[in-house]
């Protein structure tokens, strides 16, 4: 299985990715990383994901813009979409779930949550 | 600490670190502009505060996670507009930076850590978030026909954004384009740079290509002083539309006004950048590299001027024209090391991401493995580092698959149960080199051997030494079905890793020893911008052969070459050259008399173990070239690496010699051969 995480800082990224990669021993999963909503655009058409991760406030397009492109795109709007953000603000969580992802998630987060939130995206036990 | 946990924390630290370097300058920007700061700026420091935040949550350091967070908090109001600028708040601003660099230097020195005291500030923070908030009525959104999906794309902060502009006045418009997806991430940029010098770009919103090409639209919420047709000659490309319903006038500049404003009447036309670093697209170093290239052109020019004989006749002129192209040359040089230094990233870069691979590709083949990652300071171009990552990425892959062996089978053979990959990055000369090392089986040139006769890339009987056969998986089609794993065969073998290699401009090799292990050797030049060269000149056409390739160079008598296997060749010392006519490989005529007098040069080139004189009429001159680009349409060309412009726009073809040998050596030899018939 393929996943695309969208996070602009590397160390977070590097962070979720081995938390992901620790979670996830019992399947093969694949990472694409992506620095920002432009680099997801780029690599989108060369993949097929199976569940992308996004974080919100990026530069250039934040993360709820990215959700409502792949929402409203012809190919890409069956992909499962969780967006890890450190929002505490319940407009925005609410403005993501109305976009239509399919996850929420508050940074800092247990690992656990994360990994239970991403089985369920992926629809695996 | 495991390891795991200081790699993470030196991440952090160093992200942390450049993350509060552009704070503190942004921070000037702010207090400069004052209560008329940009808005732009201010949520600029509230997601740089943001980030910090995230990150410090996430990695458990309390301290900076719960000042960031009251900052956040300040600052996400200000943003709102629900609090004021004031003098307070910028000293706090400071004084909270300042603490934040003291708890990252504590991380790793903690007997700092208790200079920093974070209720004092938590105090003045809630001080001034306290302050009452400003009340304001009506919803301005109601001016405007914006379509649901838009609305919903909006963040709280650009919803907010767009309220203040629709408040002020200003002209809301949609501005959007359709761009090429290989390149829109650059046009879009040029495109909001030019609209933020007269308004705000409020959002973007990428959209799907509805004229049916495979590109991506973007849809940009804008807030100008420029009403449509006057955004419309900014944005040539784009489709311009007002989203402020007929009955909603603007209030600042009057309709069949002026289409551009006569004079910046508002801090929005400020023309300032936004910030003192931003990060430099590599494309843009590339140009400012290329003036570099063109600036050396010019001094070669000058120089040759200063040698002519007119000048000399004029002693003076001369003698000052020389000390201006002495010191030209000199800040040539200076420039030219500071762009290449900019260009250049530490190799450690990309090690976290090796890592990363080889303990998930060690668990799956469960094989237990030691990496050792060496010379992770060695600096490289930050595009070839990119482009490294994946060749890389392969070859320790073979080596965890193929050349590591499993816990009994290495018992077996007296060796520790935990194989052991090292990655050894240094600097040699003007280039880099890369070791990928392994104590595995080994490669065993006999299996080779074996290997290339049944697929025909041998003769049945032909016998070629180890070196040879070494070389040989790096050819297409030697990678065996019998190699193909969950690992690492993924369609590619070692030949695409070689040409990746090669298209950097550099050489890979293998040693093995059969029980012992393996190292692939990748060598890379620093950097692909400038390159010293050799201008020779062959079938009345000039070349430029990059320096870096060439060994040494010598005048030889048609009577010197001899004829060996059919290869024409010389003697080197003791060493037997083999010789390729660069104006045969390039299909020139050859407009040599023949004679066993005739007169020409050898230039002696090495690509990685393989050696080879290049036969030209003449040796012109030693110049520094600025490699470009030949388009796509003659990209693969063998033998070629690019042009160069040398002297008066006068254009040569720049030899790629590791490709001349393995395109044109076989055939410009035939082609002698038969003429010798």
Do not use: C
């Not at chain 2, 350091?61 to 600028?85: Q, T, Y």
């Not at chain 2, 320790?396 to 077996?412: P, T």
């Amino acid at each position: 299985m393929k996943i695309l995480v969208v996070e602009d800082s590397s160390s977070m990224r590097a962070y979720l990715a081995t938390v992901i990669e620790g979670g996830t021993e019992s399947y093969e999963l694949e990472i694409v990383e992506a620095a920002s909503g432009f680099e997801a655009l780029k690599t989108l058409p060369h993949h097929k994901f199976d569940a992308i991760l996004t974080d919100i406030n990026m530069p250039d397009i934040n993360g709820l813009e990215l959700v409502s492109f792949l929402k409203n795109h012809p190919v890409y709007k069956s992909i499962p979409i969780m967006v890890i953000s450190t929002e505490s603000s319940d407009e925005d969580r609410r403005r993501a779930a109305a976009l239509g992802a399919e996850e929420y998630l508050v940074k800092p987060f247990q690992t656990g949550d994360l990994i239970d939130k991403l089985r369920r995206l992926l629809k695996v036990a | 600490m495991t390891r795991e946990d200081d790699r993470a924390r030196e991440e952090f630290t160093s992200e942390a670190e450049e993350l509060l370097d552009t704070l503190s300058r942004d921070l000037v920007e702010f207090e400069a502009q004052g209560t008329g700061v940009r808005p732009e700026v201010v949520n600029k420091i509230f997601r740089e505060i943001h980030s910090l935040k995230g990150l410090a949550g996430m990695l458990g350091f309390v301290d900076i996670s719960e000042l960031a967070h009251n900052l956040e908090d300040m600052l996400d109001r200000l943003r709102m507009g629900k609090i004021a600028i004031t003098k307070d708040l910028i000293d706090l601003l400071y004084d909270s930076v300042d603490s934040l660099n003291r708890l990252v230097i504590a991380i790793n020195d903690p007997s700092l850590g208790a200079l920093v005291d974070i209720t004092a500030l938590t105090r003045r923070i809630h001080h001034i978030v306290s302050a009452q908030p400003e009340q304001k009525s009506g919803d301005p959104l109601s001016e405007l026909t914006i379509d649901d999906q838009t609305k919903k794309s909006l963040t709280e902060y650009e919803e907010h954004r767009l309220v203040e502009n629709v408040r002020a006045g200003k002209y809301i418009l949609f501005v959007e384009q359709t761009f090429d997806l290989a390149d829109f991430d650059e046009k879009l940029r040029t495109l909001t740079t030019n609209l933020s010098e007269a308004g705000e770009v409020i959002s973007t919103l990428p959209v799907l290509d509805t004229s049916g090409g495979n590109g991506i639209a973007f849809r940009l919420l804008y807030g100008s002083m420029l009403n449509d047709a006057a955004v419309a000659a900014i944005a040539p490309d784009a489709r311009v539309s007002s989203l402020r319903k007929a009955t909603s006038p603007v209030k600042t500049i009057a309709e069949g006004g002026p289409a551009m404003p006569e004079a910046p009447v508002d801090d929005d036309l400020s023309l300032r950048s936004l910030s003192q670093t931003v990060r430099v697209d590599i494309a843009k170093l590339d140009h400012v590299m290329n003036i570099v290239g063109e600036l050396i052109i010019e001094r070669t020019q000058l120089e040759t001027l200063t040698r002519s004989h007119e000048v000399q006749q004029v002693r003076m002129l001369s003698h000052e024209l020389t000390k201006i192209s002495r010191n030209l040359d000199r800040k040539l040089n200076e420039l030219q090391k500071s762009v290449i230094e900019t260009r250049m990233v530490p190799v450690g870069q990309i090690y976290s991401k090796l890592s990363r691979t080889v303990r998930k590709v060690a668990r799956e083949l469960n094989k237990e493995i030691e990496l050792v990652l060496r010379g992770e300071d060695t600096e490289l171009d930050k595009m070839m580092i990119e482009e490294l990552t994946d060749p890389l990425m392969h070859i320790i892959r073979n080596a965890l698959d193929h050349g590591v062996e499993s816990a009994d089978e290495r018992r077996a053979a007296g060796k520790t149960d935990r194989g052991h990959i090292t990655l050894n990055a240094y600097q040699q000369g003007n280039s880099v080199v890369l070791d990928v090392i392994d104590d595995g089986r080994g490669i065993d040139p006999e299996k080779i051997r074996a290997v290339a006769a049944k697929r025909g890339l041998i003769g049945e009987k032909e016998t070629i030494d180890d070196k040879r056969a070494f070389e040989l998986i790096f050819t297409p089609g030697f990678s065996t079905a019998s190699q193909v794993s969950e690992i690492s065969g993924r369609g590619v073998g070692l030949d695409v890793v070689k040409k990746n290699i090669q298209e950097l401009k550099g050489t890979i090799d293998v040693v093995s020893a059969p029980g012992q292990g393996s190292t692939f050797r990748i060598i890379l030049p620093i950097t692909l911008a400038i390159i010293q060269a050799l201008i020779v000149r062959a079938g009345g056409e000039e070349f430029a052969i990059p320096l870096t390739s060439v060994e040494e160079s010598l005048r030889i008598y048609s009577r010197d070459i001899r004829t060996v296997e059919r290869r024409e060749v010389f003697t080197l010392r003791d060493f037997t050259l083999p010789l390729l006519r660069l104006a045969d490989a390039f299909g020139l005529s050859d407009d040599h008399e023949h004679g066993p007098d005739t007169k020409w040069f050898v230039v002696v080139t090495r690509a990685g173990e393989k050696t080879v004189g290049i036969l030209v009429d003449a040796l012109v001159r030693q110049q520094e070239i600025v490699i470009k680009s030949i388009g796509e349409r003659l990209k693969t060309t063998p033998g070629v690496a690019g042009a160069t412009e040398v002297g008066e726009s006068e254009i040569v073809l720049v030899i790629d010699v590791g490709s001349l040998i393995d395109h044109f050596g076989g055939r410009a030899r035939e082609a002698r051969a038969l003429a010798h018939v």
